[in-house]
């Protein structure tokens, strides 16, 4: 098994609750103080091991906190037992326990909470220290200072092994994350892209099988262009797997007049002058792209005009046909451009006209 930070970390907290513990026992000179102590221990220890681990689960500091009012009274109960029997365990107990008895106060109760009751602890240590060794200030400020670290390194401790599986999580989470936008992102560029290319094969493969016969020439120029298309489809194919997307306004309005005239219907451009980042013009692309498809598939249109203008720091895109069919502004391809339009700070709308056509409008900041 891989040694993680994470058992590092926890180790070190039992490691010194369980080692500070077993120090007492060398002080141990009758059974009856080993028989106190062993019971004491138990009690102290088992409270203590589920604070721990509540704090490492990353529980938050709420509700009673039973294991650790448990603690206090095995720590400050078992005191005076020990004293009766011998000063010198009494004193090494209430020194010890009163150490981890902080790192519980620090891992279960809020830190506005916690710091009062750990001032009170090392007071209590502290004055038990000085009175013990006659009024020796060094042996007091000892005790003291053995509070403060002991019990801030096992805070530190335990918060580490927590942040750090939160962390594993998180980036767990992000890997997940990227996966599912990189299988979204390919779905969408399929469709976008592939839709309009594949309407262009049929179309043209229609045209052709009814130019065969009466214009054998036509027929040839259609079929070549067939061919030509499916070779960008092919090419589309390979960059969407590449993760390499690369469109342009101007060539797609271009090859979206072709389609549509391809398909009967007479296309009207009106373009702006525009100078805009790529990731602009790539989502002014794409809106032509499956705007046009739409009027292909979706539609019994004989005219549609393109347009773009820029005003106030942000172009809009309007494309616009005269007959659009029941149900038109739904599906997958409206939601991928209001994904891309949103990625940008855009938005985009998709309705029918009062005319009974149909508009999409794409609008980004420049």
Known sequence: ??????????????????????????????PLEAVILTVAALAFLVPHHLVVRRALRGREPRGVPVALIVEIAVTYGTIPVLFSLSPFLGYNWASSMQTILASAVLLRLRLGAAIPVM????????GMGFVVSGGSVPLALYNLVTVIVTSGVTYGAVRLAVVSEQLAKARMELAEAAV???????????????????????????????????????????LAELAAVARDAAQEVRQVARGYREMSLAQEVHR????????????????????????VDEALA????????NVVRHSQATTCSISTSADEGAVRLELVNDRARRGAGRGNGLTGLRERAEGLGGSVSAGRTEGGGFRLAMEVPA
């Open 1 to 30: 098994m891989r040694i993680t930070p994470q058992h590092v970390a926890v180790g070190t907290v039992y490691v010194i609750a369980v080692g500070f513990t077993l120090v007492i026992f060398s002080l141990v000179t009758t």
């Open 119 to 126: 001032a009170v602890i090392g007071v209590i240590d502290l």
């Open 180 to 222: 599912l936008r990189e299988r979204l992102r390919i779905s969408r560029d399929l469709h976008d892209g592939l839709g309009s290319s594949l309407t262009a094969i049929a179309l043209k493969g229609d045209l052709a099988h009814r130019l065969v016969d009466a214009d054998p020439g036509a027929a040839k120029t259609e």
């Open 256 to 279: 979206a007049v072709a389609l549509l005239e391809a398909s009967g219907v007479s296309c009207r451009t009106d373009l702006a002058e525009l100078a805009v980042p790529r990731p």
């Open 286 to 293: 794409w809106a032509v792209r499956e705007g046009v498809t």
